[in-house]
């Protein structure tokens, strides 16, 4: 927490497997680095879950990374493939999952939609993260017919309420466009439209527009710039948001902060473990690292946020490329280590270049 003289901050990083470690070691670096520059301080514990947690304290969520959690300031985590990662979200109650997709000009022409179509891109998705299908009743099962499976979709009325107020004080900073996600003529007992518009009475100037999410996967292609913000229940949200990947270049950009009631957060980014590339040190680290701004976005270190967003938009307007971004001619391709050293380089270019202003205006 913020003391008088300088802000110190505790955060638990959390690698998990596949690039996971190198996404966090190298997002790290830079949170580091900022920190520096803008005068806090930050501890990092460093916790496990998922198959790394299960072979050293035989639980995919242990105790142990519980109570390390408990009190930080926010917990950074990299990937993993098993579970723990929905119980760790369960346990805090990391119900409002905030997944920005903007388009950086520079990326334009990696989009899979031609650039005119994602120019100005800029939606937020609000994705319900802690109930639905994935917490629902669920087992396998036999009966006369034979075995089966099942995933129950349950929502409290007040879990699809809370969602909503949280969406809605979104749309009310931004530009007022609420858009619901539901399935309401095949899943009629879920009535996000009314609930959502029931809450929407309390915040003035946002415009609910209820969408059937097989048309708003649709529309996302076909007119993605329309949106502003989206809400969506835990599994529409997910499947939406990995549009979104295909929508601003790559998957590997995208981070995304899941916060509880009091603001506590859990920060990760969008995509997976990657296994087929995992070790080779040439995964994207910005994912992570856009799930590290919203971090420091969070706690009003906007500075450090906002020299990072800058530092990371010149290296890509240079040319500098992951592979994940598939550089073509003209283009840079770097590993994720050239890639972090060349934005540490950058923001204390920027550094300096704002002390020198500074010394300016002194004169
Ligand atoms: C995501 C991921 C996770 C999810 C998986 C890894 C459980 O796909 O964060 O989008 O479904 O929430
Ligand atoms: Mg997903």
Known sequence: MKSLNQPSYRIVAIPGEGIGPEVIEAS??????VAR?????????????????????????????????????GIVFGAVSQSGLLELRKHFDFFCNLRPIRI???????????????????????????????????GRASDDRGAYGYHTMC????????????????????????????KENALPHLPWTHLVQEEATKFTGVMVEPMLVDNLAMQMVLKPQRFDV?????????????????????IGLLGSASLNGDGFGLYEAIHGTAPDIAGKGIANPLG??????LMLQQWGETQAAAKIIAAQDRI???????????????????????????????????????LGVLDEQCR
């Open 230 to 250: 989206i809400l969506a229940g835990n599994l529409f949200g997910d499947i939406l948001s990995d549009i979104g990947g295909a929508l601003v270049g790559s």
């Open 155 to 182: 929502y409290y009325d007040e879990e699809i309420r809370r969602i909503a107020r949280k969406a809605l004080q979104q749309a009310q900073q931004r530009q007022g466009l609420l858009t619901v996600a539901h």
């Open 37 to 73: 520059l803008e005068r806090f301080t930050l501890q990092v514990d460093y916790g496990y879950i998922g198959r790394v947690a299960l072979e050293k304290f035989g639980s995919n969520f242990p105790q142990a990374t519980a109570q390390l959690c408990n009190g930080s300031d």
């Open 316 to 354: 890509l307007a240079k040319g500098y490329r992951t592979a994940d971004l598939s550089p073509q001619e003209g283009e840079i391709l770097v590993s994720t280590e050239i890639l972090i050293e060349l934005l540490l380089e950058e923001i204390s270019i920027i550094q300096h270049s704002e």
């Open 28 to 33: 790290l670096k830079v949170l580091q680095h």
């Open 288 to 293: 992570t690292l856009a799930a590290c701004i």
């Open 104 to 138: 950086i000009n520079s990326l334009l022409h990696k989009s899979s939609l031609r650039p005119e179509k994602v120019e100005g891109l800029d939606m937020l998705i609000v994705r319900e993260l802690v109930s639905g299908i994935y917490f629902g009743a669920s």
